[in-house]
């Protein structure tokens, strides 16, 4: 039979019956007490795993533009401001087995047409292979007098393998450029990436060999790191001789600082239980003075201090989860909703936002559960004597 | 005042040399000696009972009656182990009430007593017949539980009410569902605390006389405190308090055949 089994099963749980009966026996008041509970548990949910779904969908931007990339540039401290020959081979020794790159980053001025010259940025190197992929046409081993453009130069002066381009150092006000052709031996292809220039020459062109940038290429966010160390260690003990800088540096920030707003805001959010705490004490405080009796005539027929505390604890705890119930329900579609904004499926949750999720329950059910400790602390405690005098 | 004699199986005995004598029995469930008890309100202690006899043995049937403030309901809470003595000898068969902890009064009290109370104390979220049940909620034995309940509920004359709520039931139909209730753990004794003092007269008649009929039947004594002449015919003892002092037991013992009934 259904009803017995049910009763079977009910019967095991003796204080979750009472605290249910209890709990709707003063449905208003009830309610409301789970509903401050439902809002701290939104607040908590919804802001927590929604930030989280955020600093994901930024996190995984910094790390497509080359978080496994250490860019190396002359400190302050070093007397040329450039790198040469030796630091490079110095530099190389300290980082290993990573692969470097040296460049040199220039400005100069584009003759579009004879009337007509813009500025640009240029990256002297050695290889554009060693940074970016080529999409068309192809580089010799000796490419002088040959550049290499991005996708979107070429695309936006349509520009072709064979193509010319004259280029001219920037000068100073007053005097002549002296402009050079090149040949366009190949263009890049499209890349999310960052520091793409738009005009590659071969190192040679700078006539001097100087280098102001060497990119480290590694593996992992964590070889980017120890390369990160090991040259500042080498290279940077007393004075700074390098600007280190890793892309992983600054994921670390903007990590520290997306939590830092997220735990500031869920913080907030708990505030929030707070008040619902205070609430959910308010009502359990309330409803043990109202059956204030009652529970002088189950201490009587034998139900001891303990029972009383369980059975109250159990009622506070119920309220909490019915509001924490409905309130994860509420901050699931928040955060379905803002994981498809940032992440691109309402079902991409990050173990962050999990977390916040779970937080935000536990938070919630601890809350009532530790509101209700006072109230059904007197209660238990109070003599069933002094109770039933009536 | 004379001791009264021995009137039967020799199961009575004086009570010493106290001013107030009374008839114990020598098997009682749980008897007193001496009892003091003592409140104190406010700086000023006020002393209910002022050293008393007393003796409930199995299946007796005794009436407390007395005026308004004269310790009838401190009484029933020291028999009940609601509530400690401040001085004076309290034994559960034997063992001094004084010595057991809160956890150990508390099962004791859920083994021995059964209480009825003159305002019922139902709990209103219940039906009658879970409010029967609810002393026994905690011992996870369900079925047996219902079963017990249910037939309590029958012997009561409520067979037809099981599964109605408090507020749907007569202040005597009430009473019977805590009477019920106060035999659902098989206690030794009942202690009720003016178990008709909410209800009218031909009401309060009819409960008094289920509970004499109950204390043969199910083996209990029951203890209660009444101002109801009926009970002064019904019951084997009267003990009457004046000011927190016994002043006069009269047993009608005899009145009753003893032994097994039919
Ligand atoms: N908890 C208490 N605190 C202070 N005084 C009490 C308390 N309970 C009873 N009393 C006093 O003890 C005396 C006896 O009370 P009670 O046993 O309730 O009498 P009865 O039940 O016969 O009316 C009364 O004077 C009453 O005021
Ligand atoms: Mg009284």
Redesign the pocket.
Known sequence: MAMSWLRRVTGRFPSVVIARRNISRARTRSLLAAAAIMIGVVAIGAIGAGGAAFKESQLDRIQEQGATNVYVSPGFDKEDRYFDRTDLMRIDETVGGAGIVATESRSMEYRVRSNRQRSLSVTYLDDPRRLHEVAVGEIPANWRRSAVVSSEFAAEYDLEPGDRIVLAPETDEGETAEFRAYRVTAVLAETQAFGVDQVYLPIEATGDRRYGQVRITTESVEEAEAAAAALREEFNGRKDTLIVFELTSLVRLFKSIVNGINVFLAGLGSLSLLVAGVSIANTMLMSVTKRREEIGVLRAVGYSKVDILRILLVEATLLGAIGAAIGIALALLVVLAANAIFLGSPFAFTSGSILYLVGAVAFGIGTSLVAGAYPAWRAANERP??AL?G | MAPEPNEDDGRWQEAGDHATSETIPTDAIIRGTDVVKE???GGQI?R?LKGVDFGIAPADFVAVV??????????LNLLGLLDVATSGDVRLRGRDVSTFTDRERTRKRKETIGFVFQSFYLIPTLTALENVEMPRMLDRTPTKTRQRARQLLERVGLGDRLDHYPDELSGGQKQRVAIARSLINDPDIVLA?EPTGNLDRDTGDRILELFDELRRDENVAVVT?THDDYVAEAADRVVT?ID?RIRETESRRANFEEGPDP
């Open positions: 004597v002094e005098r | 409140y104190e309100t006020v209910a007395g005026p308004s403030g004269s310790g009838k309901s401190t009484l605390d405190v308090l927190g």
